[in-house]
């Protein structure tokens, strides 16, 4: 399908925060054309006119637990480990397949109306959530979460034979749950793989100061260097949370390119502590947003999480002009492509696949216009998602869901789900 926007103001991303205006055509699941307007002399399918508002490439979710959704504001105000063994483990246990499948379904439509084309996922079965994503039309790039109770080396070797090669909106990374979750030998089966593939190997990392200490108290050495000993990340990958990391371990991060994924509304609500990002950023480790689970969010809200990530660092540091808002922006649209391994859906420009959000200006917490990128992060809301593409597909638009599916439909089975496990 050809689709022509026009009267755009653009933000391309592409290395430039500047805001351009004119018009960017569609061509199938590629951008064809983004530029000064030049008239609708060849034929296309649609054409919209954007009346000025603006377009750019939508937000990458780079840490999500998809299927989770049947367990927001189930177990809230909780401490962390009342929450996990008391709430969260014994209602998963019942999941079935199915159930991830439909409960997956929520969540891609919250992304789609957050602005977001893509998400970073882990969870029991990667298999069902590349299933949801794809009958939905999402793009979704899932990561093992082996632990010792849950997944194989084995199971990790197969999805990532398999779901490679799956869909063209699905891939696979390498991953497992956590340092604290995971034996010594299936950590060393997974930095085989690693090896055998040249591939990048994910993992929440120092969320807690428990969880780095416990760790030490295992090997000597903190998860960082304990998984980098390992050689884990001879090929990259990265750390979700990274909350507490030690200088050594932001050397680490730093020499192996790694992506710290931060998540300042979950790392808030769990009371996890706040990441020193402003650190991060001046040693050049690449740091890109995730909103972690529906469970320990529980909103699945870019816009949030930018603003928490700079609100929080500037706390932490006692210094207002910490972790400028255009820097968050290119964490929750370029890097979290890059830490994804999606080079090609991170800005507007010919060739590049067709993933854009539409941002309605015309709300009144973007006027006046002073400032497109800092007012999406600091005043920014979903209210102001008009459209979102994915692979050049319109899925969201006008409040209104093109998947392929009743929305009311995919509620009322995770309203049943949730009742069933809750009993």
Not at 59 to 67: I, R
Not at 152 to 181: C, K, M, Q, V
Not at 240 to 254: A, G, K, P
Request: aromatic share 8%.
């Amino acid at each position: 399908m050809k689709i022509r926007f026009y009267n755009c103001r653009i933000l391309a991303m592409d290395g430039s925060a500047e805001i351009g205006e004119g018009e960017v055509w569609v061509d199938g699941r590629c951008i064809s054309y983004v530029g000064k307007g030049k008239g609708s002399a060849q034929a296309f399918d649609r054409e919209v006119d954007v009346q000025g508002n603006l377009i750019m490439p939508g937000f990458k979710n780079a840490h999500t637990h998809s299927s989770m959704t049947f367990l927001r504001s189930y177990a809230d105000d909780l401490p962390l480990q009342q929450w996990l063994e008391d709430k969260v483990f014994p209602l998963e246990a019942k999941l079935t397949g199915e159930d991830m499948y439909q409960l997956a379904k929520v969540a891609v439509l919250e992304y789609l109306t957050s602005g977001i084309t893509c998400n970073f996922d882990m969870y029991l079965d990667p298999c069902q959530v590349a299933r949801a994503s794809a009958d939905l039309g999402f793009r979704t790039v899932l990561v093992g979460a082996m632990n010792d109770h849950s997944q194989s080396p084995d199971d990790l070797e197969r999805w990532y034979r398999e779901l490679n090669g799956y869909h063209p909106l699905i891939s696979f990374r390498l991953g497992f749950h956590a340092e604290y979750t995971t034996g010594r030998e299936r950590l060393e089966a997974v930095a085989g793989l690693a090896e055998k593939y040249k591939a990048p190997v994910y993992c929440h990392n120092s969320e807690t100061k428990a969880e780095v200490e416990q760790c030490i108290g295992r090997y000597g050495k903190t998860p960082t260097a304990f998984l980098d000993e390992l050689g884990m990340f001879r090929y990259g990958g990265g750390g979700y949370h990274c909350v507490h990391l030690s200088q050594e371990d932001m050397e680490i991060f730093r020499e192996r390119g790694l992506y710290v994924v931060t998540n300042p509304g979950s790392n808030a609500k769990l009371a996890s502590g706040i990441a020193p990002i402003a650190q991060m950023l001046g040693m050049g480790i690449p740091i890109a947003l995730g909103t972690d689970g529906p469970a320990s969010n529980n909103c699945l809200d870019m816009f949030r999480e930018m603003f928490l990530t700079t609100a929080l660092a500037k706390l932490r540091e006692q210094d207002a002009a910490a972790v400028d808002a255009q820097e968050v922006l290119r964490m929750a649209v370029c890097q979290g492509a890059h830490a994804m391994g999606l080079p090609e859906c991170d800005c507007l420009r010919e060739g590049k696949l067709a993933d854009l959000i539409i941002v309605d200006l015309h709300q009144p917490n973007m006027q006046p216009i002073n400032h497109i990128p800092k007012n999406l992060v600091y005043s920014g809301s979903k209210q102001n998602i008009r459209m979102t593409m994915v692979d050049g597909r319109i899925c969201y638009e006008d409040g209104r869901f093109f998947v392929g599916e009743d929305p009311e439909e995919i509620y009322a089975h995770a309203n049943e789900i949730a009742r069933r496990l809750q009993k």
